[in-house]
């Protein structure tokens, strides 16, 4: 054996020296780059499927929107259950005997109920048991009408019989979403509160 050889110790790493360590080293470097790169472009493929997905989604939603709203979801003759949308304000009220009513407070979905509720029943609703259904302090419930009036979704309708008395409806672009939403939630069997 070569007196001046020194062999390294048993499970140590041995580390090219000079221009050959050096070369290693760069090779090294672009084979990370490499790497790098092909996974940028791998994550950028697939980001690109993702949007791709995305955007089939949002076309099918808007479908499925455009079609609610124009009545056509749901087989032909399916009735909405008044009933069904009263069970479904029944248990938004059941909640206030497990917790505090404020932390539920939502007076536009409850007053979004209670009108489709009585359209399905032929009713009309005059502001002030609108303000009761609503579950909130009256002047929270006339600023939640008056905003809902504001983005068209109700629909004021002086009494012909007492001029102090105002009703409100559905427009028909909100009742035809509700009635969609319902029909959809009523065929899958839930009731959502």
Known sequence: MNAGLQLPAKGATLRPQGAIGTMAAARKSDVDKAKATARLQQLSEEVGRIAAVLAALSEHEAAAVALAVEGASGPEGERLDAGFIRSMIRARRLRGHF??????????WDMLLDLMAARVEQQRVAVSSLCIAAAVPPTTALRWIKILSEQGLFVRIA?????????????????????????????AGHVVI
Not at 99 to 108: K, L, V
Not at 174 to 186: D, N, S
Request: aromatic letters at 10%; charged letters at 30%; glycine letters at 2%.
């Open 99 to 108: 917790f505090p009513n404020e932390i539920f407070a939502d007076p536009a």
């Open 159 to 187: 009494d012909p019989e007492d001029g102090r008395r105002v009703f409100i409806e559905l427009s028909a672009e909100a009742a035809a979403m509700m009635e969609a939403y319902l029909k959809a939630v009523q065929r």
